[in-house]
């Protein structure tokens, strides 16, 4: 606090703290080898960054219902290739089971229907069960590629695998082949750095996260 006397009138200047003074939390370190997270704790942490999902702990596993495209960003850095294994499954024969890959790390729809991701955005059994798909940033879009089947069963975890190498993002679950996708103009750099899970509206948890470098 800084006090100047003009005459008889005090004048007090007070310092307020700017975001160039103030305290910003970093990031983790990226990740350059094998990294995991089997979820076995209370809350779920500081390793990730909530858009505004509600995501928790449950039974050892990362749960959320509802988030309507508000992801749970995982703030390490991933590899440029990658392979990523995680469980995941849903409480509701509406399945809806999301992920985005390579995603900015920050963004989310603030409108509940008009999101363009920032990602790679993977959906089993969205639009009710009716369709997954591997989309270029724009679920709503073009530049994905798609099936109907099969669905997503209520309750069963599935274990999924998704690969990026070169210019193909390549998805199975239970080890068989699901969708692939190949990206003229891959998303690499500054921007598309992140991993996140997400849904819109059904309950769903994932567990047993590994990246691992390619």
């Known amino acids: ?3 100047a006397r003009i005459g008889k009138l005090a004048v ?3 310092g307020i703290l700017t975001g160039s003074t103030g305290c910003k939390v970093k990031d ?14 209370d809350a779920v942490g500081t390793n990730y960054y909530d858009t505004g999902g509600n995501y928790r702990i449950e039974d050892s596993a990362l749960a959320v219902g509802g988030s309507h495209n508000h992801p749970l960003w995982l703030r390490k850095k991933l590899p440029r290739d990658v392979k990523i294994e995680l469980t995941a499954w849903s409480d509701s024969k509406e ?3 999301k992920v985005e890959l390579f995603g ?11 999101y363009t991701a920032t990602s790679y955005v993977i959906v089993f059994g969205g639009w009710k069960n009716s369709k997954s798909i591997v989309a270029r940033m724009d679920e709503h879009g073009d530049a994905m590629v798609s099936r109907t089947s099969p669905k997503v069963e ?7 695998t998704i690969t990026r190498q070169g210019k193909v993002v ?7 082949p699901f969708l692939r996708y190949e990206d003229k103009s891959p998303l690499e750099g500054s921007g598309h750095e992140y991993f996140g899970f997400g849904n819109w509206e059904t309950d769903v948890h994932f567990d ?4 691992t470098p390619l």
Do not use: C, H
Request: charged share 30%; aromatic share 12%.
């Open 12 to 14: 007090i200047s007070v």
């Open 208 to 211: 047993d996260l590994v990246i």
């Open 1 to 3: 606090m800084i006090v």
């Open 28 to 41: 983790p370190p990226p990740i350059t080898e094998r990294w995991s997270d089997d979820f076995a704790r």
């Open 170 to 176: 390549d998805w199975q679950i239970d080890g068989e």
């Open 104 to 114: 900015d790390g920050k963004s989310y729809d603030p409108n509940q229907g008009a």
């Open 95 to 97: 399945g809806d089971i």
């Open 154 to 160: 209520a309750g069963r975890k599935y274990k999924w």
